[in-house]
């Protein structure tokens, strides 16, 4: 009764798949003999609870300036026995959550620019998260990962005018940080640090034996932070938009940038 009518009752048999969207509710049992079935589930912990765990703080935060209902003071001594002050609190705290909900829909410009950046952060570190805890390790077979160390040696450098592509866009995320945003114990004292810093993460350095265990992976795997040059964010840009195109490696800043992608083995080279 708690989990409302059955929809729908399915009989499969041997070799029959079935697909239930996330959130679900399933239960299976056999029926005349024992049976064996086999579970595949995608897309783990990429609900809209999972994004709001990541991205209410940062929400309310940005809501607080803009909205009284988040300052007001909550009813005092309201757990104090006798006195019935704990509706009031609920009916403070629903007022306030959905004042942030109809400001998210429609508000001003400046409420507005700062939602906007903080789901825009939320969402760069809930894709992080999901690209390397996630993710198996990407497998291509232009991609050769399992090299040895001597091939990897012997690896011709990429040349100037050389076309390239990015490996599948799905696989790899990247956006952009003023110097300031980025936190001082990153850079060593003294560093100096000019313009816009690239942060590029993708699945290709995963370890399998931890996948999906509960262990999360190190910071640094399949993390690159560059101080880059706006010539190379809208190259990485292009390489991703066209793909699986290949681009062209046209000038000096360029062709440093792309070493740095192969070292990570992030592209494709005919």
């Given amino acids: 009764s708690r989990v409302g009518k059955v929809l729908k009752k399915i009989i499969a048999k041997k070799g ?5 969207p996330r959130g679900t509710i399933h239960t ?5 003999s024992d049976s064996v079935h ?3 589930s995608t897309y783990q912990r990429h609900s809209v609870y999972d994004f709001l765990s990541v991205a209410a703080n940062r929400i309310i935060d940005a809501a607080a300036p803009f909205e009284i209902n988040l300052r007001k003071g909550i009813p005092i001594a309201y ?18 959550i959905r004042a942030v909900a109809d400001a998210l829909e429609q508000s001003s410009e400046e409420y507005s620019m700062e939602l906007d950046h903080a789901i825009s952060t939320s969402s760069d570190e809930f894709t992080i998260d999901f690209m390397k805890n996630r993710l198996p390790p990407f497998t291509d077979g232009n991609i050769k990962k399992n090299e040895t160390d001597q091939s990897m040696l ?11 592509s990015i490996i599948n866009p799905s696989f790899i995320h990247f956006f952009t940080v003023d110097e300031e945003e980025v936190d001082a114990a990153e850079n060593e004292p003294g560093q100096q640090t000019e313009g816009k810093i690239l942060r590029i993460f993708s699945c290709v350095n995963n370890d399998r034996s931890a996948h999906m ?8 795997s399949g993390d690159i932070s560059i101080n880059a040059e706006q010539e190379c964010i809208d190259f990485l840009a292009r390489l991703v938009s ?20 192969d070292e990570c083995s992030l592209i494709r080279r005919k």
């Avoid at 002050?85 to 403070?92: F, I």
């Avoid at 265990?213 to 640094?220: D, I, Q, R, W, Y």
């Avoid at 290949?246 to 000038?251: A, D, E, I, R, Y």
């Fill in 38 to 40: 086999i579970t595949f």
């Fill in 28 to 32: 299976a049992r056999a029926l005349d």
């Fill in 213 to 220: 265990l509960g262990e999360e992976a190190p910071s640094e």
């Fill in 16 to 20: 029959d798949l079935i697909y239930l």
């Fill in 242 to 261: 066209s793909y699986p195109s290949f681009v062209q490696v046209n000038s000096d800043i360029l062709l440093k940038f792309a070493a740095v992608l």
């Fill in 79 to 96: 757990r104090a026995a006798g006195i019935d002050k704990k509706n009031t609190l609920r009916k403070q705290i629903s007022t306030a």
């Fill in 154 to 164: 012997t690896k011709k450098p990429i040349a100037m005018f050389e076309e390239i």
